[in-house]
């Protein structure tokens, strides 16, 4: 029997209806889906694209993500770890499943790699030292254009090592 459009349109908000819950439903198991895999390979919003405005800065890497990052609180020692933050990775789910406790996964306590004890600390960005020093207090860090105050001196007979901090 053929329907009418006012029955026609009845349905098809009805379908819509179910459709945006049958959504919702499935977007908290993709978004738990997309977490888990965002903390398993420990990406960033840099690497994601986030936070970048208009396509033209799609490539930029965000200046202001390692704020956010967190640090390492598990770690099983073969170069796996876990900020504590999202829903527990697999290969932790699995180290509890077989008997460890977190605190047997605490990075406090974890060994570490022999790549891990031989490289270097990392040096905060955006922090340089001192290399030059005048009686009066002024500083210079050697990077960029000599201040005004290195120039006169340099003027008045003084050398880049007299003034070495």
Known sequence: MPK?????VKQIELLKRQADEIRKKEIG??????????AFYELTAADL???VEGKEKAKTPIKSAAKYLAAVKYTDGAGNSWTGRGPKPRWLKDALAKGKKLEDLSSATAPSSKAQSKAKPAK??????????DDAGHTWTG???KPRWLNDAIAKGKTLKDLAA
């Not at 009418?4 to 026609?8: A, E, G, I, M, R």
């Not at 905060?124 to 020093?133: A, D, E, F, L, Q």
């Open 4 to 8: 009418t459009y006012s029955q026609l």
């Open 124 to 133: 905060k960005k955006g922090v340089s030292t001192i290399k030059y020093r």
């Open 143 to 145: 990077r960029g254009p």
């Open 49 to 51: 694209g986030f936070g």
């Open 29 to 38: 198991g993709v978004i738990a889906r997309i977490k888990e895999a965002i």
